[in-house]
């Protein structure tokens, strides 16, 4: 590991800590969160994930704290992607606003656990074989430029959505809710004996789970572009997504209004893979921790303003 396991050890004991904080008090009961709420728990996580960033900064040197800063910005724009997703997948359920947060709670956990993963085999790729990483810049710049010349309406009925029919086969699923249980007992229709079935509330926890882990193939080799630092890559990933998943029913309630930020999106995607052949192949520039961090906030301002004025009416 690249840092100490102390400082693992402080990272899991802050965030196990704002998950009882956030169901033990916040949220011990099911309740629709308005956008006031969504924005208060919203500014409370970045306010956490940016002064865990000043402490990797004071403790491991300013490139690992513009590092984690950077990694922590296009983690979170990346991740407002999935946001129209997760909306998609909450429509197509009918879940009611009052178990959204159960769901994004819960997959919280998953995500935890899947980013981990897929950070730690990444790290270990790119500690055995460096060239990777120019992998990783290319697929980069291919999905930005097909980002931003993609013109495709994402369908919102998710009937004919191979990984749903895959679980409808595998799984016995309740035709409906059952409260907020994810799981219940019920008899066979035909033997009559009890068996456990999923209710569409934890299908429903299911795609928002395997969404994450299709937008993470993105962001994850987006970040190994920015640093190598497995710590600095799992941490700003983590901080990053308990944020935006509290601030999801803000950005649910007025996601029309960002419509032009996926192109923001894609021009970050491009500027990170194009950064590492400027630099490294080709040798005509070499952008330092702080150019990159405001480079990328400069453009997702842009594309934030960009959508609020041509969308203001």
Known sequence: MSKPIWSWIL?????????????????????????AESLKMSVFYIAIGLLFGVWVWWKFGHDSGFNYLTGFVVEKSLAMDNIFVIAMIFGYFKTPAKYQHRVLFWGILGVILLRGIMIGLGSALVSRFEWILYIFALFLLYTGVKMLFNKEIEDDDLSDNAILKFLRNHLRITEHLHGHDFFIKEPHPQTG?????????????????????????????????????????????????????????????????????????????????????????????????????????????????????????
């Open 11 to 35: 990272f899991f004991a802050i965030v196990i800590f704002l998950l009882i904080l956030d169901l033990g008090l916040f949220n011990k009961k099911d309740h629709e969160i308005g956008v």
């Open 193 to 313: 004996k009890l068996h456990i079935y999923c209710t569409p509330l934890f299908v429903a926890l299911l795609m928002v789970e395997i969404a994450d882990v299709i937008f993470a193939v993105d962001s994850v080799p987006a970040v190994f572009t920015i640093t190598t630092d497995p710590y600095v890559v799992y941490t700003s990933n983590i901080f990053a997504i308990l944020g935006l998943r509290a601030l999801y029913f803000a950005l649910a309630a007025m996601i029309k209004r960002f419509y032009y930020l996926k192109y923001t999106l894609s021009l970050v995607l491009v500027f990170i893979g194009s950064k590492i052949f400027i630099g490294d192949v080709f040798g005509w520039y070499h952008f330092s921790s702080l150019q990159s961090l405001t480079i990328t906030l400069f453009l997702l301002a842009s594309g934030v303003f960009f959508s609020l004025w041509k969308t203001k009416k």
